[in-house]
């Protein structure tokens, strides 16, 4: 059964940072792909970045694009995002997710594990 938990967001100002964690458990991640969502209150969820787990090419949304950055440890079987000048368009419950496929996908269906959200909130 995979697991995964993600952590890191709160309340942070415009301009500044954070850095949301996703532990994975429950098998190997090869030949995945773990990606970063994030939902609005009032809108639909939201592809924003991910990457294959091996070989560790990424893949972002527009919007974020220059300002995040997804990265994962393997040995850790931790994913990464850095969130770096946020304005308050950023503000989203944010949830990682899997999907058992090395290609990636940008569309939140094609997922098949998702973490339980974390808040991240940009105050201006």
């Known amino acids: 059964q995979v697991l995964l938990v993600d952590s890191g967001g709160g309340l942070v100002q415009a301009g500044g940072s954070l850095r949301l964690s996703c532990a994975a458990s429950?098998?190997?991640?090869?030949?995945?792909?773990m990606g970063w969502f994030r939902q609005a209150p009032g809108k639909e969820r939201e592809f924003v970045a991910a990457?294959?787990?091996?070989?560790?090419?990424?893949y972002y949304a527009d919007s974020v694009k220059g300002r995040f950055t997804i990265s994962r440890d393997s040995a850790k079987n931790t994913m990464y995002l850095q969130l770096n000048s946020l304005n308050a368009e950023d503000t989203a419950v944010y949830y990682c997710?899997?999907?058992?496929?090395?290609?990636?996908?940008?569309?939140?269906?094609?997922?098949?594990?998702w973490g339980q959200g974390t808040q991240v909130t940009v105050s201006s």
């Open positions: 997710a899997a999907r058992s496929n090395y290609i990636i996908a940008t569309v939140p269906t094609l997922y098949t594990y």
């Open positions: 429950g098998r190997t991640f090869s030949n995945y792909v």
């Open positions: 990457i294959t787990w091996t070989g560790g090419s990424t």
